[in-house]
């Protein structure tokens, strides 16, 4: 795999942490829900076979806990690299850096990122393409910045590698 492919796998890996976080998050949420509201068994008075079901609160507990300590570990991850990245998009021209730091570390539109690069200009939305496959361009041309910083640092590209595989194998 070149260097340019491990940054751009490091930078697309780190915004996905966001929307694992997110999904996690919500898993947590719904299963804490369900357990709140566990349907309570029928008091009829009428004889019933005894349930084989195991303790279904217990159950829930446990899932809980293995996604509490799943989330934690995924937000320190998270957290650790998204210094990593605004430690390097500082290293960037100013362009480059908005370009990294929007797309990647707030997860912004490729016409958010636009807008914010070249919406000031009087014709931002008469040539709007125009400007979008510029904002395209910085945002290659930041990745091949990195990479450079990458290329010239082993340690450094080694780390991005190891998050990458982190989270695979989370």
Request: aromatic letters at 8%.
């Amino acid at each position: 795999m070149s260097s340019t492919d491990i940054v751009t796998q490091w930078l697309e890996a780190y915004r996905n942490t966001e929307r694992e976080i997110e999904n996690q998050s919500e898993r947590v949420r719904v299963l804490s829900d369900r357990m709140e509201s566990v349907s309570s068994p029928s008091l009829n008075g009428m004889p019933r076979a005894p349930s084989a079901d195991p303790d279904k609160i217990g159950i829930m507990l446990s899932k809980e806990d293995g996604l509490l300590s799943y989330l934690r570990d995924i937000q320190a991850l998270h957290e650790e690299h998204k210094h990593n990245i605004e430690y390097i998009a500082s290293k960037l021209e100013p362009d480059q850096r908005l370009v990294i730091q929007m797309r990647y570390i707030d997860g912004a539109t490729p016409t958010e990122t636009t807008e914010a690069l070249y919406g000031r200009i009087d014709d931002f939305y008469i040539n709007f393409s125009v400007y979008q496959r510029k904002m395209y361009r910085k945002r290659k041309s930041a990745v091949k910045a990195i990479t450079r910083l990458a290329d010239g640092n082993p340690s450094l590209l080694r780390h991005m590698e190891t998050f990458c595989e982190k989270l695979l194998y989370a």
